[in-house]
């Protein structure tokens, strides 16, 4: 069974770069059906899509972010990751890794795995 | 791109069926079949509910259905149970540029 596993300090300083890294097990990452995508949810608040990887190393970002993320992927590790930089309080949320499905055999484009999310704190 | 266009809040009494809608655009929920439903416990990561405007994963309820009309896509829950009462939230896939848009979520009580 496939499972998604976000790791990552929980305590970023303003102005600094935020880095997450998700472990996928159980599955692997370089499956031509799938991207693999970063979510977050501020306290109180809706889900907001950040963006996706594709095993090629292929990115697609929330253009109201695009300026500050970077994803990256690492087939050996079956790992992916995320750098947001020049954190403010704003990004304080919990953030969530998760498998999008982009091939015809699966739910195509929808989220059917997700971590259990981490929970980031911005402060000095 | 803005969010999709969720109610902030719907309720129902156990036993009753309860609409959620989710108003895009052209450029989204109206171009394509590909609009998906989230449900959030507490503490919880969402989980899939629907697929592809109507379709179920494994496991989920046939009480939870989905449909699509032009820019509006919704999901219906029938007989509603206690443990439905959770956060609902829609998403559409929006283009190879962003390819998902999250709709702002639906708190759904169950009186």
């Known amino acids: 069974q496939l499972q998604l596993q976000e790791s990552g300090p929980g305590l970023v300083r303003p102005s600094e770069t935020l880095s997450l890294t998700c472990t996928v097990s159980?599955?692997?990452?370089?499956?031509?059906?799938?991207?693999w995508g970063w979510i977050r949810q501020p306290p109180e608040k809706g889900l907001d899509w950040i963006g996706s990887?594709?095993?090629?190393?292929?990115?697609t970002y929330n253009p109201s972010l695009k300026s500050r993320v970077t994803m990256s992927v690492d087939t050996s590790k079956n790992q992916f990751s995320l750098r947001l930089s020049s954190v403010t309080a704003a990004d304080m949320a919990v953030y969530y890794c998760?498998?999008?499905?982009?091939?015809?055999?699966?739910?195509?484009?929808?989220?059917?795995?997700w971590g259990k999310g981490t929970t980031v704190t911005v402060s000095s | 791109q803005s969010a999709l266009t969720q109610p902030a809040s719907v309720s129902g009494s156990p036993g009753q069926s309860i609409t959620i809608s989710c108003t895009g655009t052209n450029s989204d929920v109206g171009s394509y079949n590909l609009v998906s439903w989230y449900q959030q416990h507490p503490g919880k990561a969402p989980q899939l509910m629907i697929y592809?405007?109507?379709k179920r994963p494994s496991g989920i309820s046939n009480r939870f259905s989905g449909s699509k009309s032009g820019n509006t896509a919704s999901l219906t829950i029938s007989g509603l149970q206690a443990e439905d009462e959770a956060d609902y939230y829609c998403c559409s896939y929006a283009g190879s540029s962003t390819h998902v848009l999250f709709g702002g979520g639906t708190k759904l009580t169950v009186l």
């Open positions: 159980g599955g692997f990452i370089s499956s031509r059906d799938f991207y």
């Open positions: 998760a498998r999008l499905g982009s091939g015809s055999n699966v739910p195509w484009w929808s989220l059917d795995v």
């Open positions: 990887i594709y095993h090629t190393g292929s990115t």
């Open positions: 592809e405007v109507n």
